[in-house]
């Protein structure tokens, strides 16, 4: 949230944050987030989750005006997603296809693995790819012979949540990979999903944790609110 903060203050972004005690109930996240979907000043809305388990987020995702819903999980713009006609598309999934067009890597005819199905990272990531005519395939926990699978990837994204989880042997050679996984070792710091060292080995192309798909992130919210600014002035000009 801290990050998330400075972005709007570096792209001169008007923010109001709200950090409410772990206490508050669901009627009153309700009531505030009421509140904001009327507020003319404010374009965006995010609540950072998980929220504590006496709230529920579907309830809380699906109260956020869709039109003001910059992390773009309100079923109404994960519908948008797969249709392919969508003003917000998911951050993190957003900022792997910027990365990917900002180095020059065409998704067109290529082979794309995906590995994890979360409804924030791996499901619209793989919607995304398939737009840009990738041939995507999805994996999960259930997936059988996964290091077949991800041998097979010309564009590898792992998003799966264990530390070091994809090994250089499970890599093509010359593959694009890209890693979303943030993971916090014993010793406090930041390891990604794939274990870079033996991975950039026979990578053509990888992305760094710290440093690689996170900024990405922040930087698509960035853009979500830019273009939720445009989206709900043309909306009250109708
Ligand atoms: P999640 O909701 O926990 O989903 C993890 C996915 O990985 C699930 O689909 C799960 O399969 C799959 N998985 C778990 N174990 C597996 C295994 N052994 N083999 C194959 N697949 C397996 O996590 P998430 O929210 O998508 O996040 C994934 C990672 O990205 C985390 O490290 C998170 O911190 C990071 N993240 C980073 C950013 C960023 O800004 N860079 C943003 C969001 C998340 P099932 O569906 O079968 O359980």
Redo the contacts with the bound molecule.
Sequence with gaps: MRNKERACEECGIYSEKYALPVTTSQEELLELINTLNNKSSISGILVQLPVPEHIDEETIINAIDPKKDVDAFHPVNVGKIMVGNYDFVPC?PAGVMELIKESGIEVKGKECVV????N???KPQAMLLLHQNGTVTV?????KN?AEKTRQADILVA????PN?IKGDMIKDGAVVID????RMENGKLCG?VEFDSAEKVAGAITPVPGG??PM?IAMLMKNTVKAAIVNKTHKEE
Excluded: E, Q
């Design positions: 993190t590995v994890g199905r979360s924030i990272v791996g994996c999960h926990s259930k997936t996964l998003a799966v949540g264990i989880f979303v996984g943030i993971n999903d798909v996170g992130t």
